[in-house]
C-alpha cells in the first residue's frame, strides 16, 4: 500500500513539474483563429503589433458580419480610415450599415 502511495506522489511531482516547464514553450507560438485561414503566429509578431493589425476590422470581416446578421447581396459602400459602409438587402429592402474599424466590427450605424 505504502509504494502505490509513493509512486503515485512521485508521478504528482513530476506533473507537477511538467507543468511549470509548459508555459516556456507556449509562449513561442500562438494559433490564431481569427480569420478565415488559422494559422500559428510566433511571439515576435506579436511584439512587432501583428496582434494589432489583425484584429482591427477589415472589409472582408465587415462583409462576412453583415452576410452573418442576414443581409442578402451585401458589398462595400465605402471604407474610410475609420469606417466600412456595407450596402444590402434584408427582407426586401434596402439596408445600409456602418462597421467601426476596431476588433470584432462593431455596428456603428
Wanted: proline fraction near 6%; hydrophobic fraction near 40%; glycine fraction near 10%.
Amino acid at each position: 500500500m505504502f509504494s502505490i502511495l509513493k509512486t503515485a506522489a512521485v508521478a504528482g511531482l513530476l506533473g507537477l513539474a511538467a507543468l511549470a516547464a509548459a508555459p516556456a514553450k507556449a509562449n513561442e507560438f500562438y494559433l490564431n483563429f481569427g480569420g478565415p485561414d488559422p494559422h500559428f503566429v510566433h511571439s515576435d509578431d506579436y511584439r512587432d503589433g501583428y496582434w494589432r493589425s489583425q484584429r482591427r476590422c477589415t472589409p472582408e470581416r465587415a462583409l462576412y458580419k453583415a452576410q452573418r446578421i442576414g443581409v442578402h447581396r451585401a458589398r462595400l459602400d465605402y471604407v474610410s480610415e475609420r469606417r466600412i459602409g456595407i450596402v444590402g438587402r434584408s427582407r426586401g429592402e434596402r439596408i445600409y450599415l456602418t462597421f467601426a474599424r476596431a476588433p470584432n466590427c462593431p455596428i456603428i450605424g
